[in-house]
């Protein structure tokens, strides 16, 4: 995760919405990618608001000088195929455009948010004016059947102190990829390259943030994207099982890359963390509410 600067607003910021859910998990192979502009942000038509982006950056690039304008996958919606019958398997398409830190802070987290949104029932018109970086977040369940939920530290922007997944974003720089310079011809492997990022970077993510080795973990699976209410924050999250017991996720995490970011790592049985989902953030309490869809669709099945 990311250092983030919070807007202020009166809506519930544990308040969200599920924008897509996939109970029965989604394999690498059931999850493609549309990488487009055709799925960039669209500029706000009032000018004055448009400035507020650079104005916004700016500010806040004097007070905090690590702030650094990297590339992001914007989310601009996605297509569900539910398949039916035995011989067709659910697939998922994910409408992925390019996006900038910069313009995550002056959009989604500008104190001005709330114009930048459309009305519509359809979110990715609501959404369409704001930068909507696709996060990623991860439910990683251990051997002895915990799930692994970290607190964040207080000297973290955003949320400080409460209790999230391990998670950050997938990254385009990771696969070379800075704009949409390409040829028709080369879109096909870029978009195969973009659906591996979104596999690939859950797990570097839990590796950073927990610590464990990557053997230790499953091939992730796809569960859903929530997005939270206040910011309209998506994240797209995933259910990976760990070979490792508590008790040595706990011994990896103490020289856990990326510890910093976080003060405790918690292992919780199912019942004590919808116990915490009350101090979660609205994306991270949506997490929850696909791991426990997809809990109740297994138990049913």
């Known amino acids: 995760m990311e250092k983030e600067e919070s807007s202020t607003s009166s809506i519930d910021p544990s308040s969200f919405k599920l924008l897509v859910s996939c ?56 297509v569900l195929h539910s398949g039916g019958g035995s011989d067709h398997e659910p697939h998922l398409c994910l409408h992925l455009g390019l996006t900038d830190y910069r313009t995550f802070v002056g959009t989604n987290l500008s104190p ?14 609501l959404c369409q004016r704001t930068s909507s970086p696709l996060g990623n977040g991860a439910v990683v369940e251990t051997i002895d059947k915990k799930i692994l939920v970290l607190q964040r530290s207080d000297n973290v922007g955003e949320f400080p102190g409460h209790f999230v997944f391990p998670g950050g974003h997938p990254e385009p720089q990771e696969i070379g990829i800075a704009s949409h310079q390409y040829d028709k011809e080369s879109m096909e492997s870029i978009n195969i390259e973009v659906s591996r990022e979104m596999f690939d970077s859950i797990v570097r993510e839990v590796v ?45 995490y103490s020289s856990a890359q990326d510890g910093y970011e976080s003060t405790q790592l918690y292992a919780v049985p199912m019942v004590e963390l919808e116990n915490m989902t009350s101090k979660m953030p609205g994306c991270h309490r949506g997490g929850f509410a696909l791991y426990k869809l997809m809990v109740d669709t297994r138990k049913i099945t």
């Open 208 to 252: 950073e943030e927990i610590g464990v080795p990557a053997s230790s973990l499953s091939i992730p699976a796809f569960i859903g994207i929530s997005r939270r209410d206040l910011n309209v924050r998506p994240a797209a999250f995933f259910f990976i099982k760990c070979s490792l017991d508590s008790k040595e996720v706990q011994q990896f």
């Open 112 to 125: 001005l948010w709330e114009r930048f949104l459309v009305p519509s029932e359809d979110d990715s018109v």
């Open 23 to 78: 109970p029965s998990g989604l394999s690498p192979a059931q999850v493609s990618v549309a990488f487009s502009d055709a799925y960039d942000r669209i500029p706000h038509s009032d000018v004055s608001l448009e400035n507020t982006i650079i104005e916004i950056w700016e500010q806040r690039s004097l007070k905090n000088k690590s702030l650094f304008n990297g590339k992001k996958f914007r989310y601009g919606g996605c």
